[in-house]
């Protein structure tokens, strides 16, 4: 074996190690690590690390799998010790996907504690037709929709395909009839007529679709709605390439990798994950916050639309809920909120966390039905009744 | 390898250049140097993503050419474009002597912009390719990129293909606005620029402020750190550490005390709430500045 083989195989193994552990590098990065390997050979656990980090992991999201991967692979080959104290001196950087909300000291009331006038205002007068329709809709796979509801969904997905809300972009294009002289277009057709400027060209802005941003509650009664407007998410997400998903129940969790790829399997578990530590009553504002924080902040949901799904039961102080709303609206150019409860006519917003979100939105939708998911995706477009 | 760049080597040239690098990011960039590939940075706003690839041209003498990205980035502001003033007046001129249609695509029409400069490099490591704010670019543009990366070469219609001889540094900078493409991410290097430890924070003020007491700038490096504890909108990065401790200067502060404290936030903190949350704990953060004594 010569020496190349050597730092192939060890690139290669890593690379597999990686994938066993959900982190795809990839052939081209594991090449990479080999040929760094070769240019500047690591000679001390550090050094080692440090090369394999620079070469192969594809982001900060993925370094606790990276680590786990490393200590598995490079720990079976040496002093798996050593390794292990390198590891654990490594800062841990902010975590960014499915980041832990803060914890509360307070001890958040069980749900039977809430003030029973509240829980009946909002639930009581028809409770037996949400019961049957949470039913239906919790116990059936999509697959298993009836004729009249698969109909429905197909119109619907036909609509988003076609509508979308658009911006003007800062790119142009050519165009006969734009707004823009082309210089160097119009010299290079003057070129083929001996240097006469005989035809105008001209360029206009192109057109964008606005970013959509879904943040779901997927906590108790409203885990078949969330499941509902995923799937809708999903479907928007084929035709728009700025959608992105997120699901809450106590902790943000960003579905946005897998609204594309993954089946429905996948997306399933990991709302699974998401519920997990759901223990009765939701942190909406927390989630906002996060939301606010790691993504809005950036600019994920600049000059979009935010739907946000949630019944309002908010577990801890509903003052969040307004703060971060009212963050957020600084940083989205419009916020849609679907409350499936809302679709009673005895409806009113007692729910704290949801009373006081309301000054800050600018739709507010049951969106319980296929039906009234119409209602959604013209709010989202900014058509609102 | 002819290429080879010892890391220790490195990083000690750059400390020397002015820049504190650990081990991860000295790392990093030696592999983008010694493999001529280009090395992704991320990491928050202010911790010196920018000055890396500044540091790393001054320690190979080279040419730093900077690209800020922004929406709508074309060939015309990246790579290159024609002087079409003084084509047309070409044209002309040829009309006035009827001569023959002058060469319209000649280098005397050509304005280089960052990219096509860049690959104009004369002898190996002569210049720096500092590519800023990649996210805040389309996906057009990163589309572009990957060519660009592959071959450094960029392909002009009018004039074909102009390869670099000696391919520059390349350093990609990112604030983590979007994601990137995986497609861009699996040709760089990668490295997050992490907040520093309090030491490395002490080092690196003092470095760049060479008149700032010590003590100031180990009570600004742990106030700093103390506020990086704390839930806000903007955690303070290196620049705004080193706004600071110049703001305190300034102010005439021997150490952060009370007095200075509310004073000097809005060089610092750049959220109304997040000023409101550090006044809220003010005691506290100025123990920790005060901490190790």
């Not at chain 2, 290097?189 to 309090?198: N, Q, R």
Request: glycine fraction near 6%; proline fraction near 4%; charge should be neutral.
């Amino acid at each position: 074996m010569t020496r190349s083989d050597d730092e192939v195989t060890t690139a290669a193994g890593f690379d597999r190690a990686l994938r066993a552990r959900g982190v795809v590098a990839g052939t081209r990065r594991a090449r990479t690590f080999a040929e760094v390997l070769l240019a500047l050979p690591a000679r001390s656990a550090s050094e080692l690390y440090w090369r394999a980090r620079a070469a192969m992991l594809p982001s900060i999201d993925d370094l606790d799998a990276f680590h786990v991967a490393f200590l598995e692979f490079f720990g079976a080959l040496g002093d798996a010790d050593a390794l292990r104290r390198l590891v654990r001196s490594v800062d841990a950087p902010p975590r960014r996907q499915a980041r832990d909300l803060p914890q509360r000291e307070s001890i958040p009331p069980a749900p039977s504690d809430r003030p029973a006038d509240e829980r009946l205002a909002e639930r009581a007068p028809t409770q037996w037709i949400m019961a049957s329709s949470e039913h239906r809709l919790t116990d059936k796979a999509f697959e298993d929709f009836d004729e009249s509801e698969r109909a429905a969904m197909l119109r619907l997905i036909a609509r988003v395909r076609v509508a979308g809300e658009y911006r003007t972009s800062r790119r142009r294009r050519a165009h006969a009839h734009g707004d823009r002289f082309d210089f160097r277009g119009t010299l290079r057709g003057a070129s083929r007529t001996a240097g006469e400027l005989l035809r105008r060209r001209a360029s206009r802005r192109r057109e964008r679709l606005r970013p959509v941003v879904f943040i779901l509650d997927v906590s108790g009664s409203m885990a078949p709605f969330a499941r509902a407007l995923l799937q809708y998410a999903r479907v928007t997400a084929v035709a728009r390439p700025a959608v992105r998903a997120f699901a809450f129940a106590t902790r943000l969790t960003d579905l946005t990798p897998l609204l594309k790829r993954a089946g429905d399997e996948r997306l399933m578990s990991a709302i699974a994950s998401a519920v997990r530590d759901y223990g009765g009553g939701t942190r909406i504002g927390a989630a906002l916050r996060a939301f606010n924080d790691g993504f809005a902040q950036r600019g994920a949901a600049r000059g979009g639309t935010v739907v946000i799904l949630s019944d309002g039961w908010e577990r801890d102080d509903p003052a969040l809920v307004g703060t971060e709303l009212q963050r957020l609206r600084r940083l989205a150019r419009r916020i849609v909120w679907v409350n499936p409860h809302k679709r009673h006519a005895a409806y009113e917003p007692l729910a704290r966390g949801m009373a006081a979100a309301l000054p800050y939105l600018d739709a507010f939708l049951s969106g319980h039905s296929l039906r009234t998911l119409d209602a959604v995706a013209d709010a989202i477009e900014g058509r609102i009744a | 390898m002819p290429n080879s760049v010892d890391v220790d080597d490195l990083r000690r040239r750059l400390l020397e250049a002015g820049y504190v690098a650990d081990a991860g990011l000295a790392t990093a960039l030696a592999c983008a140097v010694a493999l001529e590939r280009a090395v992704l940075l991320e990491g928050d706003a202010g911790v010196g993503k920018t000055d890396a690839a500044r540091a790393l041209a001054s320690v190979f003498g080279a040419q730093l050419l900077r690209l800020q990205c922004y929406e709508g980035l074309d060939l015309a502001a990246a790579a290159y474009d024609w002087n079409y003033g003084k084509q047309l007046l070409a044209i002309r001129a040829a009309e006035g002597s009827h001569e023959h249609t002058p060469d319209l695509y000649h280098d005397e029409f050509l304005i280089r912009r960052p990219l096509l400069a860049a690959l104009g490099a004369t002898r190996p490591r002569g210049i720096v390719l500092l590519i800023d704010e990649i996210d805040r670019a389309d996906d057009e543009f990163e589309a572009f990129l990957l060519e660009f990366l592959a071959d450094f070469a960029i392909s002009i219609p009018e004039r074909g293909t102009v390869a670099a001889s000696h391919p520059p540094i390349v350093v990609l900078t990112s604030n983590r606005t979007r994601d990137l493409h995986d497609a861009l991410k699996r040709r760089c290097f990668y490295h997050w620029i992490g907040h520093p430890s309090v030491e490395r924070e002490i080092e690196i003020l003092r470095l760049h402020l060479p008149q700032l007491a010590p003590a100031l700038a180990a009570d600004v490096a742990r106030a700093s750190a103390a506020l990086r504890e704390h839930e806000l909108r903007k955690a303070p990065g290196i620049s705004e550490s080193l706004d600071w401790a110049q703001t305190l200067q300034l102010l005439g502060a021997q150490r952060l005390g009370a007095d200075v404290f509310e004073r000097s936030l809005g060089s610092v903190l750049k959220y109304p709430e997040d000023i409101e949350t550090a006044l809220a704990s003010a005691t506290s953060i100025i123990a920790a500045a005060d901490g190790g004594g």
